[in-house]
């Protein structure tokens, strides 16, 4: 069966600091991996997918970066975190973008 | 665009059914996710529907009408732990999957 894995659960960042958050996913190969960020008491906003080593799709502008160094492992990144970047970021992996998307646990950012 | 709308909260009773309501514009529709979420957890899938009608799973059922650009997600014998945010989620050509707020289901004994 399939797993994903995201970590760490918690993160407290200062205001500038930089972040990596990494997911990864066993049991498959070449999923579909996407990450999200969800405000409190709002839907998930998109913000990276991949379809492919190599291949991110950005959907939108900020300070973020996403990678895939490796078919089953994405990370989310950023060189200097600002305040609006505090959220709860979720992972997740689809067989084919018409197939159900599971979450990794999430990660809670707190940006002070 | 995509626009999605749901409740943004809705209340029932331990036992009773509840309907939860998801309207969308978009162009190039695939598919409509329903999904489930705990407070501070990660959503979980629960319904898929593509083609128009109903699809039934347990205490579950979710109906789609694409002409409308509307789907509901069906919950019979509600129990306390069915308390919960319920996230319509429309799919596009494009491959990518656009989410609603969420709509917040209290239920109560």
């Known amino acids: 069966s399939q797993t994903i894995h995201q970590w760490p659960a918690t993160l407290v960042q200062p205001v500038g600091s930089p972040l990596s958050l990494e997911c990864t996913v066993e049991?498959?190969?070449?999923?579909?991996l996407y990450w999200y960020r969800q405000a409190a008491g709002r839907g998930l906003q998109l913000l990276f997918y991949?379809?492919?080593?190599?291949?991110i799709s950005s959907e939108v502008p900020q300070n973020l970066s996403a990678s895939r160094p490796q078919d089953r492992q994405f990370i989310l990144s950023s060189k200097k975190l600002l305040l609006s970047d505090s959220g709860f970021y979720l992972c997740?992996?689809?067989?084919?973008?018409?197939?159900?998307?599971?979450f990794g646990d999430g990660t809670r950012l707190s940006i002070l | 665009g995509q626009n999605i709308d749901q409740p943004t909260e809705m209340t029932a009773t331990e036992g009773a059914i509840v309907q939860i309501n998801c309207t969308y514009q978009?162009?190039?529709?695939?598919?409509l996710f329903w999904y489930q979420q705990h407070a501070g957890e990660a959503p979980t899938f629960l319904s898929y529907?593509?083609?128009?009608g109903l699809e039934e799973k347990g205490r579950f059922s979710s109906f789609l009408s694409r002409s409308k650009g509307y789907s509901y997600l069906l919950l019979k014998e509600l129990q306390m732990k069915d308390s919960a945010s319920y996230l319509c989620?429309?799919?596009?050509?494009?491959?990518?999957?656009?989410f609603g707020d969420g709509t917040t289901l209290t239920v109560k004994p």
């Open positions: 997740a992996w689809s067989f084919e973008s018409n197939q159900p998307q599971h």
């Open positions: 049991g498959t190969s070449n999923p579909n």
């Open positions: 991949s379809v492919g080593i190599g291949q």
């Open positions: 978009t162009s190039g529709f695939n598919g």
């Open positions: 529907n593509v083609l128009d």
């Open positions: 989620a429309v799919k596009t050509n494009a491959g990518k999957s656009t």
